[in-house]
């Protein structure tokens, strides 16, 4: 009996190597077979016939989609979700696999063998990046990714590069509704499993480099930066609102210089935080968490952090004013904010505007 799962092959400019992939997947007896042509030249798309005749050799429904330009790895996949989603009968989900032989027939069966399992759950194959043979520019890029996603989304996810993934059919319809054509669309693809609490396990597999990674199209520079493009709107209404807050603050104290330093200090934290707030409010609901409904409970759990994050933030500016004068106020209030930024980000994320 075939395994219920469709193994989903995008490449670009393929050689030798699919037809290898392809020839492992065959001898594993899966339902199905999708590859999809991004835009190859004319001269490596004879690998795609071949491949398609290795899958008819071995009685295998294979189907060839075909883009006339190179769209992005992104779209790739959508396309090939697209032409899935029309007719998934017999199929729990899909296996997606790069085409340059980088993943194991082993860890491919593993990853469907658990989605068949539990077919409500996403399974990310991981590589581990410690290895010494491991490209300095992958270790860098999963590095770095991997410590934005876990503070920055709360996700903690050891390889965020990995095209082995195996994707249940209650995720895809979700997946094919999501933005970008390119490596962001796997960083997408992530995000959106912790907006909406897709179920998720990682399944550590072989870290496999050929010729240094020179068939990867991941550019850590240029790709890299397309993706913290993604992260850097949950930043961006921090910094606003923060701006505010210190414009107000610092004009308030030069206002209200002329009493107490502790009523000073009080007050200006106050009216600086109360606008700042509002502005903030609005900005992380809609923009950065996009949350919809439930107005009433996001605003209450909001200002309970924003009185926790004032009290706390008056009480160590004045402390520490009363030690070093008040002519150390910017400077103060800036390390105490930031500090408390960090602790209000995360309790934002996963306490105010979770979804659910």
Request: aromatic share 10%; proline share 4%; net charge positive.
């Amino acid at each position: 009996m075939a395994n219920p799962v469709t193994i989903i092959i995008p490449s670009l400019n393929p050689d030798e190597k699919l037809l290898d992939v392809v020839e492992s997947i065959a001898e594993a007896d899966f339902s199905r077979l999708i590859l999809v042509d991004d835009g190859s030249k004319a001269e490596n798309r004879v690998y795609f016939d071949r491949a398609l005749e290795i899958a008819k050799g071995a009685d295998i429904p294979a189907v060839l989609l075909r883009h006339g330009k190179n769209l992005g790895k992104g779209r790739a996949l959508k396309t090939a979700f697209n032409h899935y989603l029309c007719d998934t009968e017999g199929c729990v989900g899909v296996v997606t696999v790069d085409g340059d032989n980088q993943h194991g027939i082993e860890d491919i069966k593993s990853c469907a063998q658990a989605l068949v399992k539990r077919p409500d759950t996403i399974f990310l194959g991981a590589r581990d990046f410690s290895l010494e043979h491991i490209p300095p520019r992958s270790r860098f890029g999963n590095r770095f990714t991997s410590a934005l996603f876990r503070f920055v989304c709360g996700l903690r996810i050891s390889d965020t590069q990995t095209g082995l993934r195996a994707i249940p059919n209650s995720c895809l319809m979700d997946f094919l509704d999501l933005a970008g054509e390119r490596f962001e669309y796997e960083t997408n693809m992530l995000l959106e499993m912790k907006a909406k609490g897709f179920p998720f396990q990682e399944i550590p597999i072989q870290t496999v480099y050929l010729d240094e990674n020179k068939s990867s199209h991941f550019n850590p520079l240029v790709d890299s930066l397309r993706i913290m493009r993604v992260l850097f709107r949950f930043l961006a209404s921090s910094g606003a609102s923060w701006l505010v807050d210190m414009g107000l603050f610092t004009l308030l104290q030069f206002l209200l210089r002329g009493i107490p330093i502790t009523a000073s200090v009080f007050l200006s934290t106050v009216a600086a935080r109360l606008c700042s707030s509002l502005l903030n409010l609005a900005l992380n609901r809609i923009v950065v968490f996009r949350q919809r409904g439930n107005l009433r409970d996001s605003v209450f759990r909001y200002y309970v952090v924003c009185a926790v994050q004032l009290l706390a933030s008056a009480g160590l500016v004045s402390g520490l004013l009363h030690s070093l004068g008040r002519a150390w106020a910017l400077p103060v209030k800036l390390c105490v904010d930031t500090l408390l930024f960090l602790a209000s980000f995360q309790i934002q994320r996963e306490w105010v505007f979770r979804k659910g």
